[in-house]
């Protein structure tokens, strides 16, 4: 498909996802649409074939009042200049989310991100585990409800693996 | 990867060696750890293992109110800390619907592009240092000494600076600071050649860099790569040329470009980069307004009481390692309620596992310490 221009590309993929688009509009000068679950692989393709090839940024917002977490999405398009910024919702006790990874590689890393900092798993991803804290830790620390009282104390194990234990004299 | 990651042992698989490269190796720039998977001197496998310096700086500002924030964001990538600074401090801004005085946006345009001088010369220093160009190590810090001098006459620290306000800066510049800027430029310009000519004309530095760790334009827009690294494989685009801030508007500045994507080419784009953030400088000197540097009514600590923005967006500037981005999302109270820091280098790291595979152990080296990696900036 031809690459199209940026407010172009938003129209074409309003109309050709219209059932899926629960929401749309704008955060300050770049368009946004929040969509259902299921549609956000095959809209995230199709945004890749319509020029929006940087995934700049991907990142999750814990809402517990309202039980979900909100995954954005910004995408931009070196082609057209134009941004656009996807946002889908996944409830709090089920946070399932397909993965992007494969349509933009940026994915792969900030996924992992946002599975361990927030703890929201991404369906599809090749290697999903922690990636900024060691594997075995408990919680998710980005979360509004983490406890961060309760402290972690992390050492090796013999085979070199991370140990993780609340108990201060094992580990550091 | 199924290995055991203990330093020397050999692996089950075939002749593979398993190697832990860091996280205390010289060349790693930091706190990176790479287990490696050897056949021989070429690198089969790897994989990145990061976060010794995750500091939670997401969380942190969660707790804490929104100018208190700046001196810990600055802090996320130390080398080059006026970056994020100015990222933070202008997605405040842009949710206050806050707009800083033109002397404020000069000073902060200086300061970005000083900060951007000495970041690369920091770089200069410890890739030269990485293919055993020592001169280049003592050459680069001898340099940005002299622009960590003028960062801490203008903000009393020579790294972290903590120097952006919501709708300015903290101090004025001091008298007789724009000589000293002149005459620093000057300076920095003449040195620029001088490290060309003895990188650039040396045998050995062309050969571990030319053709090495080629990065396509395809492979660099889909790993999300940005700033000089994308740029020295072609992708023509510089936020401060394409989506201009603070005093960029009215600055006319070329953005070096190359397209073949080697290590040579990082390090050309980056020289160049040197010599066109001297001649910004020069012109933002030459044209600062006179006035004030903050906008009124948010002079002192007034910010603590009136930064409660609301709503949520993406903010973007070109920092020295690429794209530095804050996703801020307020909820109208005195602190932020999510910050997302999008670190630049975190995205490099992704590809250069990639590009590591197949290449000899030593490219590694010069691979790993042409994409400009800060630990700090990956981890936050």
């Known amino acids: 498909m031809a690459q199209v221009q940026g407010h172009e590309a938003l129209g074409e993929l309003s109309r050709r996802f219209a059932g899926a688009i629960e929401e749309a509009g704008s955060l300050k000068d770049k368009p946004f649409l929040r969509l259902r679950q299921e549609a956000l692989l095959p809209l995230c393709q199709a945004a890749k074939e319509l020029g929006f090839d940087h995934l700049a940024c991907l990142t999750a917002v814990d809402y517990p009042q309202h039980g979900y977490f909100e995954v954005i999405y910004n995408l931009y398009s070196y082609a057209a200049r134009a941004h656009l910024v996807l946002k889908v919702r996944c409830p709090r006790e089920a946070p399932l989310l397909p993965s992007v990874a494969g349509v933009w590689k940026a994915a792969l890393f900030l996924e992992r991100e946002a599975y361990d900092l927030m703890g929201i798993r991404f369906v599809g991803h090749p290697d999903l585990k922690r990636i900024l804290l060691p594997e075995p830790w408990s919680g998710h620390p980005l979360r509004k409800d983490y406890d961060m009282a309760q402290e972690q104390f992390v050492s090796k194990g013999p085979q070199g693996e991370d140990l993780v234990s609340f108990d201060q004299t094992r580990g550091w | ?380």
């Open chain 2, 1 to 380: 990867m199924s290995y055991l990651p203990t330093n020397g042992e050999r692996a089950d698989e075939g002749q593979l060696i398993a190697l832990n490269m860091g996280p205390q190796h010289p060349s790693t720039h930091g706190v990176l750890r790479l287990k490696l998977l050897l056949d021989g001197e070429i690198v089969r496998q790897v994989e990145p293992v990061i976060g010794q310096l995750h500091r939670g700086f997401e969380k942190l500002a969660e707790l804490g109110r929104y100018p208190q924030f700046i001196m810990i964001c600055n802090r996320a990538d130390y080398v080059s800390t006026f970056a994020y600074e100015a990222a933070y401090v202008r997605a405040v801004e842009e949710l206050l619907g806050l707009e800083p005085p033109p002397r404020a946006q000069f000073i902060r345009t200086i300061c970005l592009e000083l900060d951007r001088i000495q970041s690369h010369l920091l770089w200069l220093g410890t890739f030269g240092l990485d293919l055993g160009a020592l001169n280049a190590f003592w050459y680069g810090f001898r340099e940005r000494e002299l622009l960590l001098g003028l960062f801490q006459e203008l903000t009393g620290a020579r790294l972290h600076h903590n120097y952006f306000r919501f709708g300015g800066v903290k101090l004025d510049l001091p008298q007789g600071f724009t000589e000293r800027v002149q005459s620093a430029c000057n300076e920095l310009e003449r040195k620029v050649d001088e490290y060309e000519e003895f990188l650039a004309t040396s045998d050995t530095f062309l050969m571990r860099t030319k053709g090495v760790g080629v990065l396509t334009k395809g492979m660099a827009v889909d790993w999300g790569v940005t700033g000089p690294n994308a740029r020295a494989s072609g992708l023509d685009f510089d936020l401060r040329r394409d989506e201009p801030y603070f005093a960029y508007p009215g600055l006319s500045f070329a953005v070096p470009v190359r397209t073949e994507g080697d290590c040579y080419a990082r390090f050309a784009v980056r020289l160049e980069e040197i010599r066109q953030s001297v001649r910004m400088v020069r012109q933002l000197l030459r044209e600062l307004p006179e006035g004030p540097i903050i906008a009124q009514g948010w002079e002192k600590r007034a910010a603590h009481l009136l930064a409660k923005p609301e709503g949520e967006h993406y903010t973007r500037i070109e920092g020295p390692r690429g794209e530095i981005g804050i996703y801020l999302v307020g909820d109208g109270t005195p602190s932020p309620y999510r910050v997302k820091l999008r670190s630049p280098c975190f995205q490099h790291l992704a590809v250069m596992a990639e590009l590591f595979r197949g290449q000899l152990l030593a490219d590694l080296v010069a691979i790993n310490g042409s994409f400009d990696l800060v630990m700090g900036c990956v981890d936050r």
